[in-house]
């Protein structure tokens, strides 16, 4: 990456070494030292550094389970309860990585709830946003085959259901399905590769997740004032200023994260997962995992088949398109008073969507749910684009100084390379 | 494609031409090679010969009695084999047509002449669940045929989607009847 900065003056002659064959410290230097943030952040935009520490966890974790695990449908389940009994500090390694699954998507639901309150997908960040949906797309192709390899019944069915979505679509459908288990049901062959994909695709994560910063550090941080950064006063070096607020964030959450895995461990999951997979009975009621209760309620609540699929991603795939559904040229709801509210009203009919999706689809829930995920796409395809013409937004600050000094003359405190 | 300089005025437009098509050419092999170099890769993903050999399975019915039922295991997916009652013959027989979301006719269902069998995959056509009303104590829905618990798609006497999100009845497996008491599928 080019910038005009002139290298760091290293005195350490290995680092200078270093330094002139490939500028690893001037780069560093640039993006985690004097990178200059909004003054204004709070905390909502912890979570982004949250999800970078959950995925490093997941790896970590992920690799030493890999190596007490074995993919085949007569040993999985075996072989991970090896690992819960056996094998040394075993049930602590899952249990992380069991919950560390839960936590990742909290974190990441947060920070994709945060970029839609604040506008954050706008312009000039919309290819930022995009590269987060991709990665949320990863994440869930990647937490589902996980969920398929200890091979207890709700991973035998899952996988049978969700696989058996590709079915849905016309003529070429049912092939796919047969391709992707390599046989006729879910069984040895699909269990293997899910294995590799499930080793394969953090590694991808990793991959978008670094484009996603590229493009994150190219026009900066948004903030919850939602305006652009006009000068030195309105920015903060990212070093110690966001360095200790991520750590803070960071022990804050390691709390909540081992709360589970000590004292709940099986909270999020369902029991009905420790028995082992039969390919003759399905349980009475399969539920996913709950972050993906809200997609599986948007499924159910379509009558019809290619219809149900086609709808639960769509409801994905309209994330991705947010910036051009969105008119409103003011970015965050805080000058937004009717989106303000409507945020608010999509994000509960996201966690009716949830609830719905984990009781039966019968009844009063499927009412519910037809017209939750109705209203999940009118707040995209309809209340987007047109309160964006019509709202009456508050007048915007002239600077984030202005607004969050009050006055933007002045001492300005922890101006750009002043560090206490 | 604008080329500044290194061109001979006369040989400029035509030498343009040339390079474009050139471009188009090696684009093209080169995506025809990565092509072809992915079709094995993609292949490998398909039922490998062992699971195409899968042997057929063959079932004794003797002991089935009339309103009974049993699960066998085809190609790792369970088969309902049910013996009908008359009446549940005469209900499937009965129900016209156009009452039928996926419509065909109980004849074609039933064993050939011996519409007390009906032999199906015991597969829901939605998603793929086992549906229930195999066992006396499970549920056999609104129809008298199976119900899947999974997103509620409720067949009748001759496995045929009534109501719910499945979209088509449920597979009849190919069935050959080796003696009155004995069937093979597959
Ligand atoms: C994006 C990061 C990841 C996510 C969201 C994720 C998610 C999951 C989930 C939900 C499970 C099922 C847990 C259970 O119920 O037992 C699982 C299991 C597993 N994962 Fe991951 N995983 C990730 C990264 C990795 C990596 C990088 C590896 C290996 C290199 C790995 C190896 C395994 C193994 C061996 C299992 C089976 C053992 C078990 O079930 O506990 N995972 N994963
Ligand atoms: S799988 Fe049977 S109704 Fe969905």
């Known amino acids: ?42 905390y909502f ?18 690799i030493f389970l890999a190596m007490n695990y074995t993919a085949h449908t007569d040993y999985a389940f075996n072989s991970v309860e090896r690992i819960m009994r056996e094998v040394n500090y075993g049930w602590l390694i899952r249990y992380i990585h069991m919950n560390g699954a839960s936590m990742f998507f909290i974190v ?51 996988a049978t259901v969700i696989t058996n979505l590709f079915s849905a679509i016309p003529v070429i459908g049912p092939e796919i399905v047969v391709w992707m288990w390599g046989g006729f049901s879910v069984d040895n062959p699909t269990l293997n590769r899910f294995f590799a994909l499930h080793f394969l695709l953090p590694f991808v994560i990793v991959g978008v997740v670094i484009l996603h910063l590229v493009a994150l550090h190219t026009h900066g941080s948004n903030n919850p004032l939602g305006i652009d950064k006009k000068g030195p006063q309105d920015a903060i070096p990212f070093h110690p200023y966001y360095t200790v607020k991520d750590m803070f964030g960071f022990a804050v959450f390691f709390v909540f994260f081992a709360a ?8 999020l999951g369902h029991p009905d997962n420790y028995i082992p997979a039969n390919p003759l009975v399905t349980p009475a009621h399969i539920v996913p995992e709950w972050y993906f209760l809200p997609f599986y309620a948007i499924l159910r609540a379509v009558p019809d088949k290619l219809g149900g699929v086609a709808l639960m991603f769509g409801a994905i795939a309209v994330l991705a398109v947010a910036p051009w559904l969105d008119t409103s040229k003011v970015r965050s709801a805080a000058f937004r008073p ?13 966690v009716v969507l949830g609830w719905v999706g984990a009781m039966p689809a019968e009844g009063i829930y499927l009412t519910i749910a037809r017209i939750a995920s109705a209203y999940y796409f009118i707040h995209f395809l309809v209340i987007l684009p047109i309160l964006g013409k019509v709202e009456r937004t508050l007048p915007l600050p002239t600077s984030i100084s202005a607004a969050v000094l009050k006055q933007g003359s002045g001492m300005v405190a922890g101006a750009p390379a002043e560090k206490p | 494609m604008a080329q500044h300089g290194g ?80 009446d549940e013959i005469k209900q499937a027989a009965d129900t016209p047509l156009n009452q039928l979301p996926d419509p065909q006719p109980d004849a074609r269902r039933s064993a050939a002449g011996k519409p007390q069998w009906l032999i199906v995959v015991g597969v829901c056509t939605h998603l793929g669940c086992v549906p229930q009303g195999q066992r006396p104590s499970e549920t056999r829905g609104e129809f008298g045929g199976w119900f899947c618990p999974c997103h509620g798609s409720h067949y009748d006497t001759s496995g045929r989607i009534r109501r719910g999100p499945a979209p088509k009845n449920l597979e009849v497996p190919p069935v050959t009847f080796l003696t009155d008491t004995s069937i093979r599928i597959g």
Not at chain 1, 338 to 350: H, P
Not at chain 2, 10 to 21: I, L, S, W
């Open chain 1, 338 to 350: 009717v989106y303000k509210i409507l945020f608010w009203v999509f994000a509960v009919c996201c």
């Open chain 1, 260 to 267: 589970f895995v000590f004292f709940a461990p099986n909270y």
């Open chain 2, 7 to 86: 061109h001979q005025p006369n040989h400029g437009a035509e030498g343009e031409t040339r390079r474009d098509f050139l471009y188009l050419a090696a684009g093209g092999m080169g995506a025809v090679g990565v092509a072809a170099a992915a079709w094995p890769f993609l292949r490998s993903w398909s039922p490998a010969a062992d699971t195409l050999a899968l042997a057929s399975t063959e079932v004794d019915i003797a002991s089935i009695r009339e309103g009974q039922a049993v699960t066998v295991t085809w190609r790792g997916k369970p088969v309902f084999v049910r013996h009908r009652t008359a």
């Open chain 1, 45 to 62: 935009w912890n979570f982004g550094s949250l999800a970078g520490i959950i995925l490093v966890i997941m790896i970590v974790t992920g």
């Open chain 1, 1 to 42: 990456m080019a910038h005009g900065t002139p290298p760091t003056q290293l005195t350490n002659p290995l680092m200078r070494w270093v330094e002139h064959r490939m500028p690893v410290f001037a780069f560093m230097d640039q993006h985690l030292n004097k990178y200059p943030t909004p003054r204004n952040l709070n």
């Open chain 1, 108 to 158: 990441v639901y947060i920070h994709i709830f945060r970029g839609l309150y604040y506008g954050s997908y706008k312009s000039p960040r919309e290819l930022l946003w995009i590269l987060g949906v991709v990665i949320f797309v990863l994440m869930m192709a990647t937490a589902f085959m996980g969920y398929v390899l200890p091979w207890g019944q709700m991973s035998f069915w899952g």
